[in-house]
T-cell receptor
């Protein structure tokens, strides 16, 4: 079955880069997403990448996809305290149903 | 442009009761999905509707049901509530349920006592 795994916690200093990692098992995963959840809020779509891509850059965000190893990463450049949140990786093969990872709690200290 | 609106924000129900949650998608969005978020199980897909038809369903018991109206608004219903149904229920909408992802609402926090 489908499974998406993430490390639970990441702590960085303001101004550093953050790298959040995700692995998935479904080889038919065609669409991969990163969502951000702040306390008391829903999920905010940050970026997405399709399986025929290796990399996608969107302002401070860089997504890398290693399809062979089923590994996805999200790099946040110049991390700010406002980036503190839970980050979810999600995969889909039909884009209607998302399978989410456990979420990585990012803590950015001044 | 208004976002995805979920009502109510908070709800407390007693075991055995039933509950209906409401979701108004972004104007023009025809696909609506529902997710359950709990500390133990994380985010789990419940179902997806497009133009009043359920296209996809997650692995939840029949006590969980939903529907979508002609104006794309959606409701989900949980009957015979159990303590384990306590969760944040998130609704998300998309123009067509396509590759570009969904916009989520802030959720309804359901507590079953």
């Amino acid at each position: 079955g489908e499974d998406v795994e993430q490390s639970l916690f990441l702590s960085v200093r303001e101004g550093d880069s953050s790298v959040i990692n995700c692995t998935y098992t479904d080889s038919s995963s065609t669409y991969l997403y990163w969502y951000k959840q702040e306390p008391g809020a829903g999920l905010q779509l940050l970026t997405y990448i399709f399986s025929n891509m290796d990399m996608k850059q969107d302002q401070r965000l860089t997504v890398l996809l290693n399809k062979k190893d089923k590994h996805l990463s999200l790099r946040i450049a110049d991390t700010q305290t406002g980036d503190s949140a839970i980050y979810f990786c999600a995969e889909s093969d039909d884009f209607q149903k998302l399978v989410f990872g456990t979420g990585t709690r990012l803590l950015v200290s001044p | 442009k208004a976002g995805v609106t979920q009502t109510p924000r908070y709800l407390i129900k007693t075991r055995g009761q039933q509950v209906t949650l409401s979701c108004s998608p972004i104007s023009g969005h025809r696909s609506v999905s529902w997710y359950q978020q709990t500390p133990g199980q994380g985010l789990q897909f419940l179902f997806e509707y497009f133009s009043e038809t359920q296209r996809n369903k997650g692995n939840f018991p029949g006590r969980f049901s939903g529907r979508q109206f002609s104006n794309s608004r959606s409701e989900m219903n949980v009957s015979t509530l159990e303590l384990g149904d306590s969760a944040l229920y998130l609704c998300a909408s998309s123009p067509r349920g396509d590759r570009y992802g969904y916009t989520f609402g802030s959720g309804t926090r359901l507590t079953v006592v």
